[in-house]
């Protein structure tokens, strides 16, 4: 296909139903990606070529490690032309609340990336267009834009055994909540990578027969590194562990809090008059994000009660600051997941991890250029 020179050329394919996508030989000279990566970037370089007739070619990076570290995708629009290269981040997606996450992910990176995903449905595929998060999945389906190209493939679907199916990418005992918790403890206090297997359960609130099993799970996606046994672990690089714990806390422990949402009185601008600790608790999402010193002006406002403060906390904060009960209202109460007590966090607000995952999980522009500011200053405090 060969695109006429213009100042904006659009590549633009959409349909509503197709028939299965036919794998072809794929071109790739890659040799550093695992099975399953290998696998999943070989159906969508296919189902790629397939629905477009775009040649697309997965180029090696040596030395590359980990999930999506490991080559660039280029495509070539027209013979001749200088490819545009992408870095492939892979990636799982059932749940919109990840985009932010991913986004941000992308954002950060100096070079241009995309999300490669074995299947993403219609209303997932549309909010990446309108959070302008690039994309290519399994089933041929894509979207990709920089000045003077326009990628868009939707429609796309696949038979129960076509390629985009063939992958599947195990979340492990790190993703469950249990799990979840105890990567919090860590976040939040790094010095428990040294502590034992009790410690850590009374720390994170979880069983003790838990505690192995999830650090086991770290430890065999490389994202915990043993320093020896009865000596603790080490965290090769904190981005990825950070990421990941983002990523999947909104999908399997926020929706497990109890919550209730309330409607302020004025513009939304109580919290400012408000001690959280008198009523049992810390602020999360936009109001700590801005109390933690970024530009971002808070429009809901986000707090965490501790368990033991849902009752009483709860009624007083009601009754003294005049909050009328209403779903769409903008401000939200919930049950901490944690004990402050046992965790000795203490504050106006969440440790900086969980007030990331809030911000990215909005999929709101200025929440997630705020949890990439917060994310920045919080890598470079833990690592030096």
């Not at 200088?82 to 492939?88: C, D, E, G, I, V």
């Not at 009624?315 to 007590?341: C, H």
């Amino acid at each position: 296909m060969s695109l006429q020179p213009v100042s904006e050329a659009l590549v633009f394919f959409k349909f509503y139903r197709s028939p299965e996508i036919v794998k072809k030989s794929v071109k790739t000279k890659a040799g550093a990606l695992a099975g399953n990566e290998r696998l999943l970037l070989e159906a969508v370089i296919a189902a790629f070529q397939a629905s477009t007739g775009l040649p697309l070619e997965l180029l090696e990076d040596p030395g590359g490690r980990g999930s999506g570290a490991s080559g660039r995708l280029a495509l070539t629009l027209e013979p001749g032309a200088p490819a545009r290269l992408y870095k492939p981040l892979l990636r799982r997606i059932d749940r919109a609340e990840t985009l932010g996450a991913i986004k941000a992910e992308l954002h950060e990176n100096p070079e241009p990336g995309v999300l490669v995903t074995p299947k993403l449905s219609a209303a997932l595929a549309q909010q990446c267009r309108e959070l302008e998060l690039p994309f290519v999945d399994g089933q041929g389906n894509a979207y990709l834009r920089e000045p003077g190209m326009v990628i868009l493939v939707t429609g796309q679907r696949q038979s129960q055994g076509g390629q985009g199916a063939a992958v599947r990418r195990a979340t492990g005992r790190a993703g469950t909540a249990t799990g979840l918790k105890l990567v919090f403890a860590l976040l939040s206090d790094p010095g428990l990578l040294k502590a034992t297997s009790p410690v850590l359960r009374e720390a994170a609130g979880v069983s003790l027969g838990s505690v192995p099993a999830v650090l086991g799970d770290l430890e065999q996606r490389g994202l915990l590194v043993r320093i020896g046994w009865g000596k603790g672990w080490q965290v090769p690089r904190w981005q990825p562990l950070l990421e990941e714990w983002t990523m999947q806390y909104p999908l399997a422990l926020r929706p497990k809090l109890r919550s209730f949402r309330f409607r302020s009185p004025g513009q939304g601008q109580w919290w400012k008059e408000v001690n959280p600790a008198e009523y049992g608790g810390q602020w999360g999402g936009e109001v700590a994000a801005a109390l933690l010193g970024t530009v971002l002006k808070p429009q809901l406002s986000l707090l965490y009660l501790q368990p033991e403060a849902m009752r009483l906390g709860l009624a007083q904060l009601i009754r003294s600051q005049g909050l009328r009960s209403d779903p769409q209202g903008d401000v939200e109460v919930v049950e901490a997941f944690w004990s402050e007590e046992r965790l000795g966090l203490s504050g106006a607000t969440v440790p900086i991890p969980l007030v990331i995952a809030d911000l990215q999980a909005s999929l709101d522009s200025r929440n997630i250029e705020a949890a990439l500011e917060l994310r920045g200053s919080w890598i470079h405090s833990v690592e030096t």
